[in-house]
């Protein structure tokens, strides 16, 4: 009975392997079409970030922080060269007009006027201990009285009081000059009509609008120490009226002969030439104000003319900063954007560009951001934001919806059919906002991948 069960297995399994010759011999039956899936979002899908196509404003703006410094400065330079012996001011210090700021080593000259002074003195009282004198000699003196009084008259008649503000008045004005040149170059430039020949001429008038900065600044240089030295020169001559007045009343009483007079007067001018080379070695501030910067140190070597302090009258103020040049050609003068303190939102105000640099060899690369703050100290940090491109009434999206792979931009797009990938053209972008320029519609829902 065991024997036949064990056959019957055998067959059976010699069975199963004989293959159905006759569902070969059929024809194949095409697969019946899979049924439409309604798509339905799974917990992990559910989680996705989604956004809504929505239309509006997009514009980029190049942020910066500025400083809240004076806007009248001057930069101060010695009038010769030499090795800064001391400096008498640091930064935010209030200075008066004909404070001494810093000055180079001028031991020899210092020893030098100690050793004139000292010979002057010899002078002054030999000639009050000479004998008596003619009455030439007191009718001489009287005459070089009355011609040092009428020299003192003359040189308060042509003291230049006011050609500082004239020479500042006129480099500020070249400065503008320059400006509209080049506003006028690079608007050129920048539209493909405009011929050879235009572009040629608003060159070259922007070439002459520099030469004519760099030489209103040499003036306004020199209008600074011009001053100065007309400052000393009526002092020198106040001295020598009354120099002349001792020699008169010395004359008088019987010790003013011409010799010694004369010895006097030539003591004194050596005294005085060399007070000169001291006040040329020395910088004074020409005006009242406050101290900027300050760009040396004791021990420093110096050329002359060269800026080492920067003064300015502390009203008014505006915003200060140093931007990259390439950030400076995004910018242009009369440019409206928004200032605030740092970290006082509430405290923004409208602002404009004032003044650029024209060139990345410019001495003054700062850019000035004009603006109305009240009761803001000298110093304060400025946050500046400045349109740079606005594109209105676009569809956008944010950055964080938008997708990159190769050459291929394109966002996950929501449909009733499910998610499809779609590619989409682009074109402003900033931080928070990306402009759609084709391959959506508003109110489009989008994925994050």
């Known amino acids: 009975m065991r024997r036949h069960f064990i056959v019957l297995i055998f067959v059976l399994m010699l069975a199963a392997c004989v293959p159905n010759t006759t569902q070969n011999n059929q024809p194949a039956q095409q697969p019946e079409a899979a049924p439409t899936v309604t798509p339905f979002p799974t917990a992990e899908a559910a989680a996705r970030t989604t956004y809504t196509v929505q239309r509006g404003t997009v514009q980029q703006t190049l942020e910066f922080r500025g400083r809240w410094l004076p806007r009248d400065q001057l930069q101060l330079s010695f009038e010769v060269s030499g090795s800064v012996r001391r400096i008498e001011v640091q930064r935010d210090d209030t ?24 010979q002057l003195q010899t002078a002054l009282r ?56 080049q506003r006028s170059y690079d608007d050129l430039i920048s539209r493909p009509d405009s011929s050879a020949s235009q572009v040629d001429s608003a060159y070259e008038q922007l070439q002459q609008a520099k030469e004519s900065v760099a030489s209103r600044e040499r003036s306004y240089q020199s209008a600074v120490a011009s001053y100065y030295q007309a400052t000393l020169s009526l002092q020198q001559q106040e001295n020598a009226v009354l120099q002349n007045e001792i020699n008169l009343q010395e004359a008088l009483t019987g010790g003013g002969s011409p010799e010694r007079v004369e010895a006097v007067q ?32 004791p021990g420093d070597n110096v050329e002359a003319f060269t800026a080492i302090i ?54 003054d690369q700062s850019v000035r951001v004009a603006a109305v703050f009240e009761g803001v ?9 400045m349109p740079l491109d606005v594109r209105e009434d676009v569809l956008w999206l944010p950055p964080a919806a938008i997708n990159t792979f190769q050459n291929r931009t394109f966002v996950v797009l929501l449909t009733p059919e499910g998610e499809r990938v779609r590619d989409i053209e682009i074109g402003l972008q900033t931080d928070d906002r990306v402009e759609i320029i084709s391959g959506l519609q508003a109110g489009d829902v989008v994925v994050q991948q």
């Open 126 to 181: 030999n000639l009050e201990s000479g004998g008596d004198t003619d009455e030439d000699s007191a009718t001489s003196a009287q005459f070089q009285l009355a011609n040092s009084r009428l020299s003192l008259q003359g040189q308060r008649a042509i003291l230049p009081w006011t050609s500082v503000q004239d020479a500042l008045q006129s480099l500020e004005a070249a400065q503008r000059a320059q400006e509209n040149a």
């Open 377 to 385: 100290q000298s110093g304060q940090l400025i946050d500046i934001e």
């Open 310 to 363: 920067t003064i300015a009258i502390p009203e008014p103020k505006e915003a200060n900063a140093n931007l990259a040049f390439n950030d400076v050609q995004r910018l242009s003068v009369g440019q409206l954007g928004v200032c605030e303190i740092v970290n006082l939102p509430e405290s923004a105000v409208e602002c404009v560009i004032r003044k650029l640099p024209l060139s990345n060899r410019d001495a």
């Open 95 to 118: 200075v008066q007009a004909g404070d001494l700021l810093a000055d180079l080593q001028i031991q020899d000259l210092e020893n030098q006027l100690a050793t004139q002074e000292l």
């Open 266 to 297: 030539s003591a004194q001018l050596a005294v005085d030439q060399t007070k000169q080379k001291i006040a040329q070695s020395s910088l004074f501030s020409p005006i009242d104000g406050v101290v900027l910067e300050v760009n040396i140190q």
